[in-house]
């Protein structure tokens, strides 16, 4: 059985940084795909970022392009989220997940998640 565990959240200014974690367990991690989601009050669970278990598929949504980073460590077992220039509507609790041997950005499709870890970013 998988285990997900996100660390990094917070509360930061608008133009500030974070970087999440997700230590992943009970599994060979270089054969899941890794995805980050989010999930603002009143509002369904978003795509926000993926990386292919091979590395080389790496996918965001427009909203973060150019400002998150998704990168893993096969060595640690961790996914990273880098968020760079933060705005408000950064604002949501963030979600690990991951699914074996598939590239998705499908919330639906992945089979396992962490408990999430909360993203404040105040104006």
């Known amino acids: 059985q998988v285990q997900l565990v996100e660390s990094g959240g917070g509360l930061v200014q608008a133009g500030g940084s974070l970087r999440l974690s997700c230590a992943f367990s009970?599994?060979?991690?270089?054969?899941?795909?890794m995805g980050w989601f989010r999930q603002a009050p009143g509002k369904e669970r978003e795509f926000v970022a993926a990386r292919s278990w091979s590395g080389s598929g790496e996918s965001y949504a427009d909203s973060v392009k150019g400002r998150f980073t998704i990168s893993r460590d096969n060595a640690k077992n961790t996914v990273f989220l880098q968020m760079n220039s933060l705005k408000p509507e950064d604002t949501a609790v963030y979600y690990c997940?991951?699914?074996?041997?598939?590239?998705?950005?499908?919330?639906?499709?992945?089979?396992?998640w962490g408990q999430g870890t909360q993203v404040t970013v105040s104006s």
């Open positions: 009970g599994r060979t991690f270089r054969t899941y795909t």
């Open positions: 997940a991951a699914v074996q041997k598939y590239y998705t950005e499908r919330p639906r499709s992945y089979d396992y």
